[in-house]
């Protein structure tokens, strides 16, 4: 029970990786908060899992960040891990020079702008917990090398991006990492080969690392670059 007496909220909790993660923090003995904006996978979530706390928000938009904070504050006082899962992809993607401007914007704004709000938001309510840790969970299509395309993966890109810097501004007080949970079988990858429950045991093995571990990103539970390897 790695995860006793800890509070965690966990964004796009009610399906694929994030109810996983969802799922195994509560195994390890956590409180959890699942997010998300469809109330029926809520629904679904919480027949599944009882002791699971739900709250319908879309993250990309600040007023829901907010809600997501205040319902912290009111039932916790405090919170120890939040885990940006939530994001959003659209299959096969166009170019970028030729699809539409707005699944780009889209994009962007669930995929890297929800773990900001979220992670703005709820700071004050994590710096009041004990031994605070944000994982924002990326991909490998965020891992900038010769071979990075599509919305998708300037999104993922850009999360990584904002895990760096986070954790290089909060260092000392919150640990902040990134979870590259491989291709895993979702409802958003109904083809993935994985199991997602591999992915959620790499969320818990980030949490459960020293604090003075951040900035990094992760492939499960292994350490892997931010960037690959450029011809030179």
């Known amino acids: 029970?790695?995860?006793?007496?800890?509070?965690?909220?966990?964004?796009?909790?009610?399906?694929?990786?994030?109810?996983?993660?969802?799922?195994?923090f509560l195994e390890e003995g956590a409180s959890v908060l699942a997010v998300s904006r469809d109330e029926a996978k809520l629904a679904g979530a919480k027949a599944s899992l009882p002791q699971l706390a739900t709250l319908?928000?879309?993250?990309?938009?600040?007023?829901?960040?907010d809600r997501i904070a205040s319902w912290v504050r009111g039932e916790w006082g405090?919170?120890?891990?939040?885990?940006?899962?939530?994001?959003i992809w659209f299959g096969a993607e166009p170019d970028l020079t030729t699809g539409s401007d707005e699944q780009f914007l889209a994009m962007?704004?669930?995929?890297?702008?929800?773990?900001y709000l979220c992670t703005k938001r709820l700071l004050p309510l994590l710096l009041a917990g004990d031994d605070p840790r944000i994982v924002n969970v990326g991909s490998t299509s965020g891992v900038l090398s010769p071979n990075t395309r599509s919305a998708?993966?300037?999104?993922?890109?850009?999360?990584?991006?904002?895990?760096?810097?986070?954790?290089?501004?909060?260092?000392?007080?919150v640990a902040v990492n990134a979870l590259s949970p491989g291709w895993v079988r979702?409802?958003?990858a109904p083809d993935g080969p994985g199991d997602p429950r591999w992915s959620a045991e790499g969320a818990l093995?980030?949490?459960?690392?020293?604090?003075?571990?951040?900035?990094?990103?992760?492939h499960g539970k292994r350490p892997r670059a931010w960037a690959?390897?450029?011809p030179r």
């Not at 006793?4 to 969802?22: L, N």
């Open 1 to 24: 029970m790695r995860l006793t007496g800890r509070r965690a909220v966990v964004t796009g909790g009610s399906r694929g990786i994030g109810y996983e993660i969802s799922k195994i």
């Open 152 to 173: 998708y993966g300037v999104s993922k890109a850009g999360l990584h991006a904002l895990t760096i810097a986070t954790a290089n501004e909060l260092r000392g007080r």
């Open 228 to 230: 690959g390897r450029f």
């Open 78 to 87: 405090s919170l120890d891990i939040l885990v940006n899962n939530a994001g």
């Open 205 to 218: 093995a980030i949490v459960t690392r020293l604090s003075s571990v951040t900035g990094k990103l992760f």
């Open 108 to 115: 962007l704004t669930v995929n890297v702008a929800g773990a």
């Open 56 to 65: 319908a928000a879309d993250v990309s938009v600040a007023a829901a960040a």
């Open 186 to 188: 979702t409802d958003m």
